[in-house]
T-cell receptor
Framework: AQTVTQSQPEMSVQEAETVTLSCTYD???????LFWYKQPPSRQMILVIR??????QNATENRFSVNFQKAAKSFSLKISDSQLGDTAMYFC??????????FGTGTRLQVTL | DVKVTQSSRYLVKRTGEKVFLECVQD?????MFWYRQDPGLGLRLIYF???????EKGDIPEGYSVSREKKERFSLILESASTNQTSMYLC?????????????????FGPGTRLTVL
């Protein structure tokens, strides 16, 4: 069975600052994929960034980057230059050979002025 | 743009009623999913479907069934709604495999249906 753990239920960051959201996971599969999804208040869930487990290089998407530590089974999300529009619920997710996603419990991020 | 729509944003039903939640995607996606989202529990997979008339149980299928008669439509059915099924229900779909494993594909989500069972 796959598990995803997000140990920070809520976080707050000031605008323009950097914040890191933590995620750890467990899987018995050798090939898997990791994702961060964002759910803004009252809006649809969207993909932020994804990482293939066999790639050592950390994925980046503009202000969003990940720190993928395969041996430690850790997949944290770093948001640089935080903006008010980054306020959302962030979910870490994992999928293996099937397309089934296993989600963490989420981290609610509040960006303040 | 990919669009995933759900029939209702808010729904209120009574205990024992049969409830249908509809999901439609407009991009010929093969895989479709139903999740429920609860505070402190994240998203949990109820059922998914890889093709028309095919369905697979997810992690919490009890009390639910699904129907996929057409590729673009995936319905979630609560045969006899109960108060513990009060939740946010999210539908998602993924595009066909293109090179990489389909597991790498982004899931596109609908806006969700907030169901309250009284």
């Amino acid at each position: 069975a796959q598990t995803v753990t997000q140990s920070q239920p809520e976080m707050s960051v000031q605008e323009a600052e950097t914040v890191t959201l933590s995620c750890t996971y467990d899987t018995s599969e050798n090939n898997y994929y990791l994702f961060w999804y964002k759910q803004p208040p009252s809006r649809q869930m969207i993909l932020v960034i994804r990482q293939e487990a066999y790639k050592q290089q950390n994925a980046t998407e503009n202000r969003f980057s990940v720190n993928f530590q395969k041996a430690a089974k850790s997949f944290s999300l770093k948001i640089s230059d935080s903006q008010l529009g980054d306020t959302a619920m962030y979910f870490c997710a994992l999928t293996g050979t099937a397309s089934k996603l296993t989600f963490g419990t989420g981290t609610r991020l509040q960006v303040t002025l | 743009d990919v669009k995933v729509t759900q029939s209702s944003r808010y729904l209120v039903k009574r205990t024992g009623e049969k409830v249908f939640l509809e999901c439609v995607q407009d991009m010929d996606h093969e895989n479709m999913f139903w999740y429920r989202q609860d505070p402190g529990l994240g998203l949990r997979l109820i059922y998914f479907s890889y093709d028309v008339k095919m369905k697979e149980k997810g992690d919490i299928p009890e009390g639910y069934s699904v129907s996929r008669e057409k590729k673009e439509r995936f319905s979630l059915i609560l045969e006899s709604a109960s108060t513990n099924q009060t939740s946010m229900y999210l539908c998602a779909s993924t595009p066909p495999t293109s090179g990489l494993s389909s597991s790498y594909n982004e899931q596109f989500f609908g806006p969700g249906t907030r169901l309250t069972v009284l």
